[in-house]
């Protein structure tokens, strides 16, 4: 394959075209450095002017792309005056024209900016729409938040990266000026490519409509057809595709006697390149690394003008940006040659990033942007499109699932690529073998995944249903480490809030005081973290190192069961893939756990959130509301470590039904996996066995530094995530990763035995006994202790106690062993006394201290012994 950038310049890059159709470009002397040509199967019209400066196919310095619109934008301004630019409001045409339009905004500086879109929004009602004549795909639709938004009597200013009929433009203005009148309209294009009859339409239509039409470009001139070009033209594309498919299987057959990861080179120069055809998809081997950036994306800031983009908005990303391009760069790895990457109609976003991280780095960095618009790949020099990308469409469109393209990407010489995307197009398709992120792999040193909120303004007041008012508030993006939690950006999403700055630690005689006696809820306060001693460190390693091959065993036999379960639930649904929900925070480890065995035996990116669940309260409902606006509700699987006597089992299957019945999707499956079942609560599981998981010894300290889960009416809105701490200041203590990579490393060992116990499990009858719950209540009866949450069964749960409450005795199941060696140490610290009894169905129950007052404890805070 011929490298693209060794190349760039030396010919036009239209005259592969010009050669065999006979298409010319008369005008402007500069239209030659602006366009070339390309083709693409289109019953419409079979020629693609394709633009240097516009960042959509070809890449260029993000500089000069945004320049490209500003010092357009800056004629505008001078065309109409300050007065007049004022009262504007710009638009810019999807898909091609968004980040133009955009930066002609930019220019003119006292305007807002709204740009089409193809992609309706349920909460926002259509202002207009319109049709383009030779697009790809032509549905327009305007959706401003604010309604009154291009209902004022102002110019228009309309920007699209070329003129060439004026149909997209008289068809914008006809619909726009018959709701929303007004004297004067302004077309912007880099190009004018009208003919001299297309010229003489638009002062007719502006005489028509009894409005000035004014018209600025950067260039112009006009393409000339030969008879007959279009029916040629799709011969010609219909040739090389013909071949391309050739050489693809030829070159797939070439590419299994390769290096992995290494592409076969393509036919002879002029031919279609099959080895970037996107459609293998090799190895994991053969791919380059993909990591996540956190951009710190400004709260409040639209992540472009699909639904109006003010000066205000501007100011507030302007300020934003250089820490941004700052974290990019920070994760560039000394790389030369830098791709951003932008996406569909999400193209302001990464071009103003790729434009600051120009000024940060001695990098050459370059942007364009994915497209939905299939267009011939030619690997010649002569030619405007030299290679091509295809992977499926990961963003839910509306109109179905489709191929996406990435072109002049192969072959570009670029050793990072920095995809920028909107968070609804953070899907399981972005990250799926024969995903975007896994083409480019192929392509770059290392990909970086740089995911920018997406902004979905609420629905009016008066229009929202009152029983699903809650659905149509726009929720924020998961937080995600380093900024929240010592765990990698790609391990885990928080759907929670970070209370990190709020005084919520009480101590633990006081909580427990005020939780027995109905005074606050046990999720209204954190308990002080507990600060394990050294000895008490030593015997969490020691845990770790015996039962690290058991823990790994169950992580795999509990992921597998996942995995087939929900490929026997989703059948014929080829794109599915389970999306992990840890409860907050036993479970997060266990679904990261979880999370990198299906990256290590299947190759799949599950994504992973964590959300908050509380006894009594129910599971956090705008998790949910998020989580379905996201992912299909089927494919969602909640993930805890361990079950109690299933407790929390029962309490999500009362709060999803619940959710349901006031409106909310439906489809959540109230089943939950967990890595150890010894209580008998679920069908999917590791393990029922009741044996020592290290990360229950500690608290923040195993689960990347965030506290047990907040829900405090004065802290937890209406329309808000429940609340967590960040622990950042025990950092020198976390164990979190180390936890994390010792489990993980027992994988490939353990991968037999998981293999023969998944086939016993899937055919065995896995329906829950609930025999952990009948024991509860026959400990509560036999200890007199009235409620059964007094009542903790389990290794994980005893621990817990010992650590958060005001413990009353542990029961022991005689004659265990070591798994109870840091339970011993607990409870010997705390003053405890530890029973041993027979006929236990747990390796030991934990007993919290029954009708307690602080008087029930000795001066010393530790628990009195009383039967």
Not at 348 to 374: H, I, K, M, N, Q
Not at 572 to 593: F, I, Q
Not at 612 to 636: E, K, Q, T
Request: aromatic share 6%.
């Amino acid at each position: 394959m011929t490298d693209v950038r060794k190349t760039k310049n030396v010919v036009w890059s239209g005259t592969w075209v010009a050669e065999r159709l006979g298409v010319e470009l008369i005008g402007d002397a500069r239209l030659n450095d602006m366009l070339g040509l390309a083709l693409r199967r289109n019953p419409k019209r079979a020629h693609l002017l394709v633009s240097q400066v516009l960042g959509k196919h070809v890449p260029q310095s993000p500089r000069v792309v945004w320049r490209a619109g500003h010092e357009l934008g800056l004629r505008v301004r001078e065309l109409l005056g300050d007065a007049d630019a004022t009262r504007s409001v710009v638009v810019g045409y999807a898909e091609t024209a968004t980040g133009l339009g955009h930066a002609v905004a930019d220019g003119l500086a006292l305007a807002p900016y709204l740009h089409s879109t193809r992609r309706p929004v349920a909460t926002v009602a259509t202002a207009g729409g319109f049709e383009e004549s030779h697009s790809h795909a032509t549905s327009h639709l305007l959706l401003p938040e604010d309604p009154a938004l291009l209902a004022g009597d102002g110019p228009l200013v309309l920007v699209d990266d070329e003129f060439s009929t004026g149909n997209t433009v008289l068809n914008t203005i006809r619909a726009l000026h018959e709701r929303y009148p007004r004297e004067r309209y302004v077309i912007v294009a880099l190009v004018d490519m009208r003919s001299s009859g297309d010229r003489g339409r638009l002062a007719e239509f502006a005489e028509e409509i009894g409005a000035r039409v004014d018209l600025i470009a950067t260039a112009s001139g006009t393409v000339r057809l030969p008879e007959g070009v279009l029916a040629k033209g799709q011969a010609l594309v219909q040739e090389h595709e013909e071949a391309s498919e050739a050489a693809s299987e030829a070159a797939s057959g070439e590419a299994s006697e390769a290096a992995p990861g290494e592409a076969s080179e393509g036919a002879s120069e002029g031919a279609p390149e099959p080895a970037v055809s996107g459609r293998a998809t090799p190895s994991q081997a053969g791919r380059a690394p993909v990591r996540r950036i956190e951009l710190g994306w400004p709260a409040g800031v639209p992540d472009g003008g699909r639904h109006g983009f003010t000066p205000a908005h501007r100011s507030a990303l302007d300020a934003a940006l250089p820490a941004m391009a700052g974290r990019i760069a920070e994760e560039l790895d000394g790389a030369r040659n830098v791709l951003v990457l932008g996406f569909e109609e999400l193209m302001y976003a990464p071009l103003a990033l790729g434009t600051a991280l120009e000024e940060l780095t001695d990098a050459e960095v370059r942007f364009s942007t994915t497209t939905r618009s299939p267009v011939l790949a030619v690997d010649d020099p002569g030619y405007a499109i030299r290679t091509r990308l295809t992977f499926p469409a990961h963003d839910t469109p509306a109109d179905g699932p489709g191929p996406r393209f990435a072109y002049n990407v192969a072959g570009g010489g670029f050793d990072t690529v920095v995809a920028v995307v909107d968070s609804v197009a953070d899907t399981p398709e972005l990250h799926a073998p024969d995903g975007l992120l896994a083409q480019l792999s192929l392509h770059a040193d290392q990909v970086l995944l740089a995911v920018v909120p997406s902004y979905v303004p609420a629905a009016p007041r008066a229009q929202a249903p009152t029983s699903t008012a809650e659905d149509h508030v726009t929720l924020p993006e998961p937080l995600r480490g380093p900024a929240f939690s010592s765990y990698a950006p790609d391990e885990v999403g928080w759907l929670l809030q970070d209370l990190s700055d709020v005084e919520l630690e009480a101590p633990t005689e006081e909580r427990e005081e005020a939780i027995q006696s109905g005074g606050a809820h046990y999720a209204e306060s954190l308990p002080v973290e507990y600060q394990p001693s050294e000895q008490y460190q030593d015997l969490f390693k020691a845990a770790l190192g015996t039962s690290s091959d058991r823990i790994a065993q169950a992580v795999g036999v509990v992921t597998e069961t996942v995995l087939a379960e929900h490929a026997a639930r989703t059948a014929g649904r080829d794109d599915a893939r389970p999306v992990l929900v840890s409860l907050a925070r036993a479970g997060t480890p266990v679904g990261v756990l979880m999370r990198r065995w299906a990256q290590r035996r299947h190759g799949l990116d599950l994504p992973h959130y964590a959300v908050s669940i509380v006894r009594g309260r129910g599971i956090d409902a705008n998790a949910l509301r998020w989580l379905a606006a996201h992912h299909d509700p089927a494919d969602v699987v909640f993930v805890d470590g361990w079950t109690g006597k299933g407790a929390i089992t029962r309490e999500l299957a009362q709060a999803i039904e619940e959710f349901e019945a006031k409106g909310g999707a439906t489809g959540f499956s109230p089943e939950i996996a967990v890595l150890a079942d010894p209580g008998s609560c679920v069908r999917t599981y590791g393990t029922r066995e009741d044996f020592l998981i290290p990360s229950a010894c500690l608290n923040s300290t195993v689960s990347g530094l965030i506290s047990r889960t907040v829900l405090r009416s004065d802290l937890v809105g209406a329309n808000d995530f429940h609340g967590a701490k960040f622990y950042r200041e025990l950092a020198g203590a976390d164990v979190s990763e180390h936890f994390l990579d010792t489990v993980a490393a027992r994988f490939d060992e353990v991968a037999d035995a998981v293999d023969v116990q998944v086939k016993e499990l899937l055919t065995a009858d896995r329906t829950p006994t609930w025999e952990g719950w009948a024991a509860v209540e026959r400990i509560s009866a036999e200890y007199g202790i009235d409620d059964v949450n007094l009542v903790k069964p389990g290794v994980g749960e005893t621990t817990r106690v010992l650590l958060r409450r005001v413990p009353w005795k542990v029961l022991a199941q005689r004659g265990a062993g070591a798994d109870l060696d840091h339970v011993r140490l607990l409870a010997e610290q705390r003053g405890v006394p530890v029973e041993e009894v027979d006929g236990l169905p747990y390796t030991c129950v934990g007993l919290i201290h029954p009708r307690f007052t602080r008087g029930a404890t000795g001066a010393d805070g530790k628990a009195v012994s009383t039967k």
